[in-house]
């Protein structure tokens, strides 16, 4: 593909609000897991809880998309004055020719499963204050940011799991190579929610501490909620440090909650990165892995890498300091990648000590300083739903 | 300015629906030469799916890949390399609202398969399994426009990345009480098997711009009602105009922001 320009990134996760944050994180190791019992929760398992959005309320011409998702989109757009930067694009393009390609797992559900709790006793009717379009829909965090942000170009959600807010960038950039938009935001948003603490415990696989990916002892995923956004558009002299160079997806075809155990799919989808950014798995100097702690998901990506990889780059998980934010995991690891790119860092794998023997190639468990020109990102989803991303300097 | 525009093939085309039997059976009530007579419709089993899988696999997941395979039986492909695209406006409706009752009970003992199965992107997985294919595919979602969105996304797909790809849309009712919220009629599934240049098996040319128009209706009123209250069956004046073989412009419902205007042109 040709490169496309992250011109402008936002984000707001458990480790805090803004790049700048996000950037002390990743250099301190800082964590934003903790056992506080989300909402009315009574699992013994830890979260990369934002507890700011309890008191935030969406309101005036927005107020019927007042829901956890969209407030957090809307803490996101508050960052680095990116919902300006739009603004800005909206007036260079035109309406009409930005984009948005948004993903979320759950959207606004927590509302929905709030209003089961409060359904009329005697109908069993839904409170007369819920919003189904506009919470609870898979499609309401685009309405959402397309009403807010003024955008009126194809605007649609992408929700293929964990991979959701990754092979957002995939779409996007397909859409501008098509000439259906000149740029794009690009991002995603998901929240914690009964769904998924409650889903993933039935599967077994919330860890009763803090995640702790790639370690000997990992025990599975700590959950947490994030946003974040870019704007992606065709390199020009604005150019940003970052650009996206390549992308690649894949199935697995193997079974709808279990990775392949040698990880097939997941090469795969690397493999198609790599030649879509027209590059050698030599060139990738960091890869933030999927890594979200499983028994059985961290052994076959960590042999997929090492298939395609062997020894070489510096690899790692991320998801120590958010938590597996699932349909956010891809942008906020898009992010953290354009960030080690731009300040030279290679981000470590906070709550992991012991890398599993077993494992193989260059863990990174403490963050330090260097070089950084490319950096693979692996989304991974239920459904066997494989995104790979790469970013480099220009 | 130049609009943006798109040119993509139609080979092939898969529809499911309550009197809506099959394309190749629709194709009469679709060109207005039959009365609509509107039947309560069950999606069959999917028999390529390992046994495990056709037990779990709901009416959503039948649904999907059925009408799927159905349109890219119509187009002669084996469905091994296909790209796929799917689009909803609610999902697996039937599985949601089962786990937000179960998480309205104070044991919260969500079923592990209604868990993985309630995601977005589940038919996208069990087509996977099911075809065994590794290509990729896109589970997406724009409420009343997911049809038009979708449309766009696999034109977009298959002129930029030159291969084939397969667009399916679907939506369901939802049990009480989501139905009052957002009641949906069906199960309705239409699915497009389209690619960037023209085949031998080509059946129409379609031209895409994404636009803002009042939507094109159904002539009969049955099939006009179920347009208007299945996002999926959004699609089906395009697929009138393809069964009627006449050249001739289609808006798409813009009313979640995403519309389409398309001229089609019969081989």
Known sequence: MRPLALSHMCVASSVGFGLDATLTALRSGQSGLSPRPFETVTLPTWTGEIQALDNIRLQGEHAAFDCRNNRLAEVALGQDGFAEAVRAAIERYGTARVALVVGTSTSGILQTEQAFRARDPATGELPSDFHYEQTHNTGSLAAYLRARLGIEGPAFVISCACASSAKAFGNAARMIAAGLCDAAVVGGSDSLCLTTLYGFHSLA???????????VARDGISIGEAAGFVLLERPSSRDANVHLLGFGESNDAHHMSSPHP???????????????????????????????????????????????????????????????????????????????????????????????????????????TGRVDRVLSNSFGFGGSNCSLVFGAP | MIPPLIQVFVEGAGLAGPGLRGWAESLGVLRGEAAYEPAPFEPPPIALLP????????????????????????????????????????????????????????????????????????????????????????????????????????????????????????????????????????PVALALVLTPWSTERTRARLTLRPASHAATTMADSGLERLRLTNPAARGLPLLAALAAERGGTVHLDSAAGTGATILVEPR
Request: with cysteine; charged share 20%; glycine share 10%.
């Open chain 1, 205 to 215: 696989l919330n860890a009763p501490g803090p995640c702790r990916p790639f370690d």
């Open chain 1, 262 to 368: 040698e990880g097939a799919g997941a090469r795969l989808a690397m493999e198609r990165a790599l030649s879509s950014a027209g590059i050698g798995a030599e060139q990738i100097d960091y890869i933030n892995m999927h890594g979200t702690a499983t028994r059985v998901g961290d052994i076959a990506e960590d042999l997929a890498v090492f298939n395609l990889f062997g020894d070489g780059p510096a690899r790692g998980s991320t998801k120590g300091h958010t938590g597996h934010t699932l349909g956010a995991a891809g942008i906020v690891e898009a992010i953290i990648s354009a960030l080690a790119i731009e300040h030279g860092l290679v981000p470590g794998t906070p709550h992991t000590e012991t890398i599993d023997p077993a494992f193989h190639g260059r863990y990174q468990l403490a963050a330090e």
């Open chain 2, 51 to 186: 046994p495990a899988e056709r037990r779990r696999a709901g009416t959503a997941i039948r649904l999907a890949i059925g009408t799927g395979l159905e349109a890219l039986t119509e187009a002669g492909r084996e469905p091994t390399s296909m790209a796929m695209v799917f689009t909803s406006s609610s999902g697996d409706t039937a599985t949601v609202a089962d786990i937000l009752a179960v998480l309205a009970t104070d044991r919260r003992e969500v079923s592990p398969t209604r868990f993985h199965n309630s995601v977005h992107n589940a038919p996208a997985g069990y087509w996977a399994v099911a075809t065994g294919s590794c290509e990729p595919s896109t589970s997406l979602c724009a409420f009343d426009s997911s049809f038009s969105a979708g449309l766009l996304d696999a034109a977009a797909q298959a002129v930029v990345d030159e291969r084939p790809v397969t667009l399916v849309a679907y939506d369901l009712p939802y049990p009480e009480p989501l139905n009052k919220v957002r009641p949906i009629a069906g």
